[in-house]
């Protein structure tokens, strides 16, 4: 008979695991730095075009292209923390730091003692992903948690032979349809790992399937939203693979290793290696085999090439094991352990954070490999030459000209830069902002912006360009030499007009 653990013991029993002593020093230490990091680097080049378009939507239990969580948190803190990118970007720190945690917590239940946490919690708290979702407000940044979550819970349920688990990970599951339905994907790729490897038995165990009752129930409202409103996130995935798909089906395999980072790439293989092979870790090896399926899930979507990193950093915590007990017998490999993730980490955030002067960020290759930092770059500069061509109309000018833009990150700049220049409402016809309010009736003056105005012309007797966009700083993001045109005298009623402007991407 086993004795009972005692306080301060280095492992415990549960079920069949021996699970090491949680590595407090270096996880906490780790978790520290990287909070210190974000929360300085977080005003970095200001907003990202996803949170000027969040910022402007008003409360509600869906949107078409995505759940309430995100646009809440953004609106709320730009309303009562600070209109500023440092305010709304705090749940992404947090999530990031928490993620830091989740991760380090899957090396441990794999068996991973000090040196694995340690390895394991500095490495991913400075991988490319973490830093770049931990900077920026996405529904992606609460997703760092999401993911390896959901995973170090299915694990547990299974190593430590403990069901209950399970009902943990339906409530998880849950809550996180709040915030992205993406989860969903996570959860037919485990499907598909125990349909091809077993334990086949979990796939219709009623512990299995009160977890999926359970997040039913607890993502009931969103989902009945969702369901009521014709399954818009379906359109607009739809939408996105159509833009996408092409693009992301080629960049998608060789940003597997862009990801954490190319030196951690032989980390993440040796765990997927691991999974299969140690017989310890049988009894979760499909989840070695679910990363392939999400790999083809992903692939047929065409949606988005970062979607695999949340399973590859469950990979990733489970090549720290054997990758710390292999460095350990040699001091040499120990050495150049520690140099590679040490200039991974250098490399990570000065490709992930505002590290380069936003002046110089143009003549460095960084906005060709993070788009969030492209996107984040000239939103006030755009608006004012926005303004430059609604003040220069000719004569007083009509209250009843309105500005229309092509995308929601028009939209969001001039709704948080443009009132202090004396612009009007603006309206755009991409994804919520089409439904959010369209232009009055009796509307006879547009000043347009952006790259729908080949659609516009058709719908006006005249259209001028009168400027194009320049942030004057080099990067050649999407709003770059796009017109700013004023177009006169439409053609067709505005619910016509309205309805030619409507896109989802």
Sequence with gaps: MRSAPTEGSSRFVAGAAAVPRFARGPVLAAMAALAVVLTVASNGYGFHRDELYVRMLRPGWGYVDQPPLTPLL???????????????????????????????????????????????????????????????????????????????????????????????????????TYNKLLVVMLLAALAGGLALVGPRALLWSRWVLGSACLALLIGAPNLWFQATHEWPQLTVGQALAENNAAEVRVLMWPFLALLLGPPLTVIWVAGLVALWRRAEWRPVRFVAVAFPVLLVLVFLAGSQFYYPFGLLTVLFAAGCVPTAAFVTRSRTWLVLLVAGVAVNSLVSAVIALPLIPVGDLGATPVPDINQTARDSVGWPRYVRQVAAVYDGLPGPVDRRVVIITSNYGEAGAIDRYGPELGLP?????????????????????????????????????????????????????????????????????????????????
């Excluded at 794999?110 to 529904?139: D, E, I, K, N, P």
């Excluded at 001028?464 to 005298?489: F, T, W, Y």
């Design 74 to 176: 953004v609106r709320f803190l730009s309303y009562h923390v600070a209109d500023e990118p440092w305010a709304v970007r705090i749940p992404a720190t947090l999530s990031a730091v928490a993620s830091v945690l989740v991760v380090t917590l899957v090396t441990r239940e794999l068996g991973g003692g000090r040196g694995a946490q340690a390895l394991c919690a500095w490495s991913y708290a400075f991988a490319t992903s973490t830093l770049l979702f931990g900077h920026v407000m996405l529904t992606s940044s609460l997703d760092l948690v999401v993911w390896p979550l959901v995973s170090l819970l299915v694990i547990r349920a299974v190593l430590r032979a403990d069901p209950r688990w399970w009902l943990a990970v339906g409530v998880v599951v849950g809550l996180s």
């Design 425 to 505: 409402q603006v309206y755009s016809g991409q994804n919520q902002l089409h439904f959010r309010a369209r232009p009055p009736s009796t509307t006879k003056v547009v000043v347009f912006v952006g790259g729908q105005l080949p659609t516009a012309r058709t719908q006006f007797r005249s259209c001028h360009v009168m400027a194009r966009l320049d942030n004057r700083l080099g990067v050649d993001n999407e709003e770059q030499g796009e017109p700013v045109a004023v177009c006169r005298q439409p053609r067709h009623p505005w619910d016509v007009i309205w309805s030619s402007l409507q896109h989802y991407d």
